[in-house]
């Protein structure tokens, strides 16, 4: 599955969780709903519907029909694997378009700022909107988040919530389309994190973390063969797992001699074992060192072993 399909994935599953903890409010619940309909490319008294590859999306648009107007829209599935839901009774668009506050008579329908009524709402309607609209690249390959949307004023619309948010979007038109994007990596981060997938975003912070350091040794060291490599290779191997230590249980939980080398370590993704042991406030030799971060990477795995544990129950 590609980066996008698993962003979706989280997204879905935060919204799922939150609402069914109480943790959303109905407000907010809304939000998400109009989101999801409002930015797909069929979404009037004439026409209304979604195609999705993701199956979880196509659940949740079904969900909401189905709560709206107490029937299931049609849904089918295409050669291609896609899922493609349609809203078939024009009674039932117009109950929908009802539900947002539209007649089913615009012209040029903008956005209805009145269904965002909390704080919280514009998060919950830039994470509907890209359920519906949206992709972001592989941060191995790039730092790129858009959003493609049919007409200039949803797309003017949308960009104002965003910027509201203290947000950066760029525009572009693209073969007839609207699209809003982001292309920094720390704007894709925020934005991830806004709309709940906070998973997504450590990834995508680990990722560059990796691109960031592996350049940086690489211009000061000029690493050109296989040893040098998987040296960096074991220092980001390391400098992840004392993060995960760092998230889960506070490096707090090491012991202290484990504790001051994680810390060295992580200010210092360049050093190698000789110059860590000889920084450390009692020097030790080189397979000392080793032998402390060997230490560090399996109280790293005892850790992830117990989380899976965790959710498996």
């Given at each position: 599955?590609?980066?996008?399909?698993?962003?979706?994935?989280?997204?879905?599953?935060?919204?799922?969780?939150?609402?069914?903890?109480?943790?959303?409010?109905?407000?907010?619940?809304?939000?998400?709903?109009?989101?999801?309909?409002?930015?797909?490319?069929?979404?009037?008294?004439?026409?209304?519907?979604?195609?999705?590859?993701?199956?979880?999306?196509?659940?949740?648009?079904?969900?909401?029909?189905?709560?709206?107007?107490?029937?299931?829209?049609?849904?089918?599935?295409?050669?291609?694997?896609?899922?493609?839901?349609?809203?078939?009774?024009?009674?039932?668009?117009?109950?929908?378009?009802?539900?947002?506050?539209?007649?089913?008579?615009?012209?040029?329908?903008?956005?209805?700022?009145?269904?965002?009524?909390?704080?919280?709402?514009?998060?919950?309607?830039?994470?509907?909107?890209?359920?519906?609209?949206?992709?972001?690249?592989?941060?191995?390959?790039?730092?790129?988040?858009?959003?493609?949307?049919?007409?200039?004023?949803?797309?003017?619309?949308?960009?104002?919530?965003?910027?509201?948010?203290?947000?950066?979007?760029?525009?572009?038109?693209r073969g007839g389309a609207h699209v809003i994007y982001f292309k920094d990596s720390e704007s894709v981060e925020d934005?991830?994190?806004?709309?709940?997938?906070?998973?997504?975003?450590?990834?995508?912070?680990?990722t560059k973390m990796y691109k960031d350091m592996r350049n940086r040794v690489n211009r000061r060291m000029n690493f050109?063969n296989a040893n040098s490599t998987r040296t960096f290779d074991a220092a980001y191997r390391q400098i992840e797992a004392?993060?995960?230590?760092?998230?889960?249980?506070?490096?707090?939980?090491?012991?202290?001699?484990?504790?001051?080398?994680?810390?060295?370590?992580?200010?210092?993704?360049?050093?190698?074992?000789?110059?860590?042991?000889?920084?450390?406030?009692?020097?030790?030799?080189?397979?000392?060192?080793?032998?402390?971060?060997?230490?560090?990477?399996?109280?790293?795995?005892?850790?992830?072993?117990?989380?899976?544990?965790?959710?498996?129950?």
């Amino acid at each position: 599955m590609s980066f996008s399909h698993d962003v979706k994935s989280e997204l879905i599953a935060f919204s799922e969780a939150a609402r069914a903890s109480g943790n959303l409010p109905l407000c907010c619940r809304q939000a998400e709903t109009y989101a999801l309909f409002l930015f797909c490319r069929s979404f009037g008294a004439s026409e209304m519907g979604i195609r999705t590859e993701h199956e979880g999306i196509a659940d949740a648009y079904v969900a909401a029909v189905k709560e709206m107007t107490g029937h299931r829209p049609k849904t089918e599935r295409t050669a291609g694997g896609k899922y493609r839901i349609t809203v078939e009774d024009p009674v039932d668009r117009q109950a929908i378009l009802s539900e947002f506050g539209y007649s089913g008579n615009e012209v040029n329908r903008r956005q209805n700022t009145g269904l965002l009524q909390c704080e919280n709402c514009p998060a919950a309607l830039f994470r509907g909107a890209f359920l519906t609209a949206g992709t972001v690249t592989d941060p191995e390959k790039d730092y790129h988040m858009e959003f493609v949307l049919s007409t200039k004023n949803l797309c003017s619309d949308l960009m104002a919530q965003m910027e509201q948010a203290g947000l950066s979007p760029k525009y572009v038109m693209r073969g007839g389309a609207h699209v809003i994007y982001f292309k920094d990596s720390e704007s894709v981060e925020d934005l991830l994190t806004l709309m709940g997938a906070t998973e997504s975003t450590l990834e995508l912070m680990g990722t560059k973390m990796y691109k960031d350091m592996r350049n940086r040794v690489n211009r000061r060291m000029n690493f050109e063969n296989a040893n040098s490599t998987r040296t960096f290779d074991a220092a980001y191997r390391q400098i992840e797992a004392i993060r995960y230590i760092d998230r889960k249980r506070g490096l707090e939980s090491l012991p202290p001699e484990l504790r001051e080398l994680a810390k060295l370590r992580l200010e210092n993704a360049d050093y190698s074992l000789k110059e860590l042991g000889e920084n450390l406030s009692e020097p030790i030799s080189r397979s000392g060192v080793n032998h402390r971060l060997q230490k560090i990477l399996e109280y790293a795995d005892d850790l992830r072993s117990v989380e899976k544990l965790k959710k498996r129950s």
